[in-house]
């Protein structure tokens, strides 16, 4: 059906050495043992931290009663050397593979709305191949919605910055901000003989990006001033900020093409559908800013999730053959990460 957002894939991998580790086991809310918590990466330019949860067995299927594989993988991160309270030899290295989706909740920590990619972990091992370089990929199916020269201080760059726009379960849109580097400008632009140029409003499939760390704000210069007596204070440095940039690197050679038949089984996704989907987004987000503005944001775990739920609304009811959301009874999901890991995100 064209008026309907399905779920798109968003997948992610990324290798690393273990950084920190924190972990708690406990019995949720439906009363099933789990364990929950982060894990963070360290990668080439910075860090990256993913959230992980397992039930301790499997409720359902072949498995049911059997240990949870994923839970028996983050039992064993406990016996992981990390940077942070670690033993001070060489970190575990480690490769982890999932999912992702967007994450948006007021923070009264910095008093406005945030919207991040939230990395939800499928996958663990430490058995990583010594030739596979470290560093984080997403691969995933979306529509581009924003496409336009880079301009810093009045003046192109030479790179590209867009956005791409993915689905997740409940047909809401995953906004995904994106640069192209200046050596693959020309080619995303006008194509070639085999590759499509990319448009706003195409969707592509197997679309990777790589996901680049870089760190700005170092010590500022000694200058030379007046000098009336010695401090004892900290010296005056500028906080080192770490930037995360999705730098475009590939996808399919030509664009998704709208199907004529509108039961035809096709990854196309229609904009205008995404368009509703981005009002709805909008909604949503205007409602987290009024929480700040009421003092209600601290209270708003919960109404978050309702909220989630209704700007998806209009595409589950249009599509009301989809099955109930196997949400694997993730407490993460809308939920403030400011309360969950201490404003560290």
């Not at 970190?91 to 999932?98: E, I």
């Not at 409003?201 to 000098?227: E, I, L």
């Not at 368009?275 to 503005?293: F, G, M």
Request: aromatic share 8%.
């Amino acid at each position: 059906m064209k008026d309907v957002l399905n779920q798109t894939k968003t997948s992610f991998v990324c290798v690393g050495t273990a950084y920190e580790v924190s972990l708690e086991e406990k019995v949720n809310s439906n009363g099933d043992e789990c364990i929950m918590g982060s894990i963070i990466l360290r990668v080439p330019g910075g860090t990256q931290r993913f959230r992980v949860y397992s039930n301790k067995f499997y409720k359902t299927g072949k498995n049911a009663g059997k240990l949870h594989y994923l839970y028996n993988a983050l039992v064993s991160a406990y016996n992981w050397n990390t940077e942070i309270n670690g033993n001070g030899g060489e970190p575990t290295r480690v490769m982890l593979k999932g999912e992702f989706d967007i994450n948006d909740y007021a923070s009264t920590t910095s008093n406005r709305v945030v919207s991040a990619l939230d990395f939800r972990t499928k996958s663990i091992t430490h058995r990583v191949p010594e030739d596979t370089e470290d560093g984080m990929i997403m691969e995933f199916d979306g529509i581009c919605t924003k496409f336009a020269p880079e301009i810093k201080d009045d003046e192109e760059t030479g790179r590209l910055v867009g956005q791409f726009m993915a689905v997740n379960y409940n047909g809401q849109v995953i906004p995904i901000d994106f640069v192209v580097e200046k050596e693959g400008a020309e080619l995303v632009v006008d194509g070639d003989s085999e590759i499509e140029a990319l448009c706003v409003g195409q969707t592509r499939t197997t679309v990777s990006m790589d996901v680049r760390h870089t760190t700005q704000g170092v010590a500022k210069a000694p200058v030379k001033k007046a000098v009336f007596g010695k401090s004892h204070g900290p010296k005056m440095v500028d906080t080192p900020r770490e930037i995360v940039e999705y730098v475009l690197t590939s996808y399919d050679y030509e664009a998704v093409k709208e199907p004529e038949d509108e039961d035809e089984n096709s990854v196309w996704i229609n904009p205008k559908t995404v368009a509703e989907a981005v009002k709805q987004r909008r909604i949503h987000l205007e409602e987290l800013e009024q929480s700040l503005k009421d003092g209600t944001a601290a209270k708003s775990n919960n109404t978050q999730r309702k909220t989630n739920a209704a700007s998806s609304a209009l595409n589950m009811a249009k599509n009301a053959s989809r099955p109930s959301t196997p949400i694997n009874e993730d407490p993460f999901n809308g939920v403030n990460v400011d309360d969950v890991f201490g404003g560290l995100m």
